[in-house]
């Protein structure tokens, strides 16, 4: 299932602390298009049991819905930044037609 790096992490982490005492995670979920690409959703919910599969990513828990389950199967989320002084969450995911593998340098 997706897992997290420990940027993006602490980056929910700081979002969840503003989430009123709740049982709250982030939920991931992707949306295959008609065209074939991935549109990803995310945001702080609520934790359904028996609904969601969840996970715990350094400290953070994660859900996700069941038809989001094998589109999101090895998948990470990132938080990096892409210019200076701008961050943003990026998926890497093997099964999203545009994925292009990070390569070492």
């Known amino acids: ?9 602490k980056q929910v ?5 503003g989430a009123n005492g709740r ?21 702080l919910d ?5 609904v969601d599969f969840s996970i715990v990513s350094h400290g953070v ?3 996700v819905d069941k038809d989001s389950q ?6 990470t989320l990132d938080y990096v930044e892409l210019e ?10 093997p099964n999203d037609p545009d994925y292009v593998p990070v390569r070492d340098e």
């Open 1 to 9: 299932m997706i897992k997290l790096t420990e940027s993006a992490a």
């Open 13 to 17: 982490e700081a979002s969840l602390e």
């Open 23 to 43: 049982e709250t995670a982030l939920r991931i979920a992707v949306k295959k298009m008609d065209d074939g690409k991935f549109q990803y959703l995310m945001g």
């Open 46 to 50: 609520e934790i359904k049991e028996g």
């Open 61 to 63: 828990t994660v859900v």
């Open 70 to 75: 094998a589109l999101l199967q090895g998948a």
């Open 84 to 93: 200076p002084g701008e961050f943003h969450f990026i998926f890497m995911n």
